[in-house]
């Protein structure tokens, strides 16, 4: 079995192997239970490359004992979606099936819409359980029938602690290093390159220990990492060095108003092949959540960038992508408009379906005007200044604030003309964001 990849003769086949993934697979947590209680429900696993999706429903299938099919985007079309699902039905139908079959699509995103759909019926009629794994964010690839009907668990890159556990897992049952003289002199280079990615730090094992002599003796240290991988720095990353730290850095440096750092994230991106459509999106989701209102011209423009992108491609591609970048990164910055939505969400998690006022409601039909919808409602535009102070927040959430201004000249003009038309003034107030990419 040594001709085997590292990462695949250490593939965990338990619960009790895998590592990572803690929020999902603890005691307790929602996967686990699932898995225990033999009650697995359609879920769609989004996380970044090597943090143990396709292992999990490995797992899941064998400690169910349950049918298991497998498709890859990749390389399957409608045909044998089809197919699969015909024998996911007679499995359903037969008397010596322990549960209901499950079907894992490997890379989901890459299905078509018409792929998409063909899953719908037998998702939703219980011919068979769908377990997805995607890399991008199925908010955006995966097609909102099939999000309704399958939850979404996100993985997360391992953290230094599951790295290194893995680490001594691997050099203390596999064989290859088990008939070698081993030393851990240094970790720091290994978890760097890894990047949480639990692939990657095996790949960069099977890496080192492929370029040693029969009877040398296998030593990790910062050195050795550093100068194996800068003679052959992709062969443990196939899909773009270090990518998701480099979307981080990208984002961060727009946020951070550093069109210098943008640019060079940007062009670290582009040389990693990157897909020219996955970075128009986040500079998108970064117009919006980072920018607002404070320059509302820059959603405008990252949209047209994106648009552009699918008109031209690469390579002229990465122009627009460049200017759409530094505009952001030099624009003015704020997050009121991605504060005010959370706080309302939350709100509304607390609060539930409060009624509409009646004054706000249509009253197309005489029962409804006799029930008093729409009565009493003061058209805005029949006052002066187009404004007439009357309840637009349901009874019990009179006087709740959601947005606040902030320090910027565009939020300063909407308050003023707020407060010139008597409309309540929002108060300036400081909330922290939450981080994503």
């Given amino acids: 079995m040594s001709f085997q990849p590292l990462a695949e003769r250490l593939r965990p086949k338990s619960l009790d192997e895998y590592i990572g993934q803690r929020h999902l697979v603890g005691p307790g947590a929602v996967i686990r239970r699932m898995i225990e209680s033999g009650n697995i429900a359609s879920f769609i696993l989004w996380g970044p490359p090597g943090v143990g999706k396709t292992t999990l429903a490995r797992i899941i299938a064998e400690q169910t004992k349950v ?12 045909k044998d979606v089809r197919d699969v699902l015909d024998r996911c039905k007679k499995d359903a139908q037969s008397m010596f099936t322990k549960g209901r079959p499950i079907l894992f699509i490997d890379e989901i995103h890459r299905f078509n819409k018409s792929q998409q759909d063909s899953l719908l019926g037998a998702v939703e009629n219980g011919t068979v359980t769908l377990i997805g794994a995607t890399t991008e964010n199925p908010s955006f690839e995966v097609i909102r029938p099939l999000l309704s009907r399958a939850q979404v668990y ?9 790295l290194l556990r893995l680490l001594d897992h691997a050099l203390k049952t596999d064989p290859i290093f088990q008939d070698r003289e081993v030393r851990v002199e240094e970790t720091e280079a290994l978890l760097r390159f890894s990047g949480g ?21 296998f030593v990790l240290n910062d050195k050795v990492v550093t100068e194996r991988l800068q003679q052959n720095p992709m062969a443990f990353d196939k899909d773009g060095e270090m990518h998701y730290d480099i979307i981080s850095a990208f984002i961060k440096s727009i946020r951070g108003s550093d069109p210098d750092a943008a640019v060079y994230w940007l062009a670290r991106l582009i040389a990693g092949g990157e897909d020219p459509k996955f970075i128009a999106r ?19 423009l ?24 530094i505009y952001l990164a030099a624009s003015p910055k704020s997050n009121s408009a991605y504060n005010a939505i959370n706080s309302a969400l939350q709100l509304v998690e607390q609060t539930g379906n409060a009624p509409v006022p009646l004054h706000l409601r249509n009253a197309p039909t005489k029962l409804m005007k006799q029930l008093g919808y729409g009565r009493d409602y003061m058209y805005s535009h029949d006052y002066p200044g187009h404004f007439v102070r009357q309840q ?16 910027n000249s565009a939020e300063a003009q909407m308050a003023a003309r707020q407060q010139a038309a008597g409309i309540p003034n929002p108060q300036k107030k400081n909330k922290n964001s939450t981080e994503k990419y």
């Fill in 67 to 78: 049918p298991f099919y497998t498709l890859s985007a990749v390389t399957s079309g409608v």
């Fill in 154 to 162: 996100v993985l997360q890159s391992l953290d230094k602690d599951d």
């Fill in 197 to 217: 990615d639990a692939r990657k730090l095996l790949n960069i094992l099977d890496l080192l220990h492929q370029s040693l002599g029969e009877k040398e003796p």
């Fill in 282 to 300: 986040r500079l998108c989701i970064s117009a919006a959540e980072d920018i607002g209102l404070a320059n509302p011209n820059a959603l405008l």
């Fill in 302 to 325: 990252a949209n047209a960038t994106f648009d552009i992108i699918n008109k031209i491609g690469w390579p002229e591609g990465r122009i627009p992508l460049s200017e759409c970048a």
């Fill in 392 to 407: 637009y927040m349901p009874d019990e959430l009179q006087g709740t604030q959601l947005w606040a201004p902030q320090d």
